[in-house]
């Protein structure tokens, strides 16, 4: 089953004091890459985040949202009263000694530092929260993957288009393939015809020459390769654990069978068969920078 790069997910919760909302959003990438942005008093829990992400996720651009809304009906420990009483005294004062205006002296005694703070906060009531802020983390993370998993079957069904694209080229060409080993062989009686006038002619060493030529241009080998490679992408595709990488080095040695039966054909139907089988390769790849 494969699933996408690209995900999101968004769940809410409440915890001690607090409205919790979690959003998860993954994009393609390499490697996993998170960007976390957390309340305060749940810094100290960033490495435990962290690989609760890395082991549901696995891999992507994760972006993860926590935010803490204080519950109306709970007294704030946000804000540090006595603190603030001071700052506003004192700004009130200096506004009254140089004859300043006082209409925001209550926002700026808000905001100086310290004011809004939650280092008042227990660190038993921080472990509480958290316990309870676990279970709506891993709702958000699993909608992030179910929602991965219906990105990913709508990439299987584009893939599976693709192969089988390749697959009906593949098909072109073994059915083509009576008629151009005849045009080649017509090809070589001519010029057979025209050495064999030459004083010069060996005639074992041509029909050497020529066992090696017919050999160079036989593609059933690449034809057998590539169906097989055909095959194995399916069969992977359909397995449990999404396998985005292992694709791409099936779509790798996919490429090189079409090369070589291009490099190899000589025959002008079969080179534009070859170039079909090149543009879905190219889709191919193209889908598979998003598979995990």
């Avoid at 089988?164 to 062989?185: A, F, K, S």
Wanted: proline share 2%.
């Amino acid at each position: 089953m494969l699933k996408s790069m690209t995900g999101y997910g968004r769940t809410k919760g409440t915890i001690t004091g607090y409205q919790a909302d979690v959003e998860v959003r993954t994009l393609n990438s390499k490697f996993l890459d998170i960007q976390l942005k957390l309340p305060k008093n749940l810094m100290s829990k960033e490495l435990e985040i962290r690989s609760m992400i890395s082991e549901s996720l696995k891999r992507g651009k994760v972006s993860l949202a926590i935010d803490l809304t204080q519950d109306a009906s709970v007294e704030s420990d946000q804000v540090n009263h006595e603190l603030f009483k001071r700052y506003y005294k004192e700004y009130t004062q200096l506004a009254l000694e140089v004859g300043s205006k006082t209409d925001d002296l209550f926002r700026l005694a808000l905001y100086s530092p310290d004011v809004m703070s939650s280092s008042s906060l227990d660190e038993s009531v921080i472990e509480t929260q958290w316990k309870e802020l676990i279970p709506v983390l891993n709702d958000a993370l699993a909608a992030c993957n179910d929602f991965r998993q219906q990105e990913g079957a709508s990439l299987a069904k584009e893939l599976n288009t693709y192969i089988e694209n390749i697959r009906t080229c593949l098909e072109q060409i073994v059915g083509h393939d009576p008629d151009r080993v005849e045009v080649i062989r017509e090809r070589i009686r001519k010029h057979q015809q025209e050495i064999e006038s030459s004083e010069e002619f060996d005639k074992n060493r041509f029909e050497q020459e020529m066992i090696y030529y017919i050999e160079k241009l036989d593609i059933s080998e690449e034809i057998v390769r590539l169906t097989n490679h055909l095959d194995y992408f399916g069969e992977v595709m359909a397995e449990d654990d999404s396998q985005g990488k292992k694709l791409g080095f099936i779509s790798q040695e996919i490429g090189r069978e079409i090369n070589t039966i291009g490099s190899k054909a000589n025959y002008a139907p079969v080179q534009k068969l070859v170039v079909s089988m090149k543009d879905e390769l190219e889709k191919i790849k193209e889908q598979l920078l998003n598979i995990i």
